[in-house]
């Protein structure tokens, strides 16, 4: 009788230390869950944080920042002339050279219209779209000037707008 006792309370303390170890196993993945979660939000809001600057440095790179020839450094500025310029010339040097994003398109702000820009009918017009890619992964946006020279009774003066640009591009 009495080694029936000294089984049932070893097989007890057994059960118990099982039941304690799946407890802090569970515990700690649910732990590990809520902090991952957290994790995951962080990286998103990252994600993001990189597209808005991303918008601001595609805005002030060389190719599209109003630069010194509207008297002095602006930033968060396109020069519509050059942006024209460059849509012209985008199968050639500049095919790749954005790397993955898929489509870059300026918006002006302050009409209502929806005319898309080209050569024809530039500058009578809202919006200039750089790549007629088909537009698949992610984009973001920003505000910015959009400037560009424009001349009055032989005086030249920046003719300047606000406008929106969105940045669309490929998920890795």
């Not at 407890?23 to 939000?41: E, Q």
């Not at 002030?60 to 008297?71: D, K, L, M, Q, V």
């Not at 820009?117 to 910015?144: H, W």
Request: aromatic share 10%; glycine share 6%.
């Amino acid at each position: 009788m009495k080694n029936n006792k000294g089984q049932l309370k070893i097989q007890q303390m057994a059960f118990m230390l099982m039941a304690i170890t799946i407890f802090f196993v569970l515990a700690g993945m649910f732990a590990l869950t809520i902090k991952y979660s957290d994790v995951k939000k962080n990286a998103e809001m990252l994600r993001m944080e990189d597209s808005m600057h991303l918008v601001s440095k595609i805005a002030n790179s060389p190719e599209f920042s109003c630069g010194r020839g509207f008297g002095s450094d602006r930033t968060n500025c396109i020069d519509s002339d050059k942006v024209m310029a460059l849509k012209g010339n985008l199968s050639g040097k500049y095919k790749n050279f954005w790397g993955n994003i898929s489509n870059i398109e300026i918006r002006k702000i302050s009409s209502g219209s929806n005319k898309l820009c080209n050569m024809t009918n530039y500058p009578d017009c809202d919006i200039i779209r750089l790549f007629d890619k088909e537009v698949q992964g992610a984009d973001t946006s920003n505000f910015v000037s959009l400037c560009r020279k424009e001349v009055y009774e032989s005086e030249s003066y920046d003719q300047c707008d606000v406008a929106k640009v969105m940045i669309s591009y490929n998920l890795l």
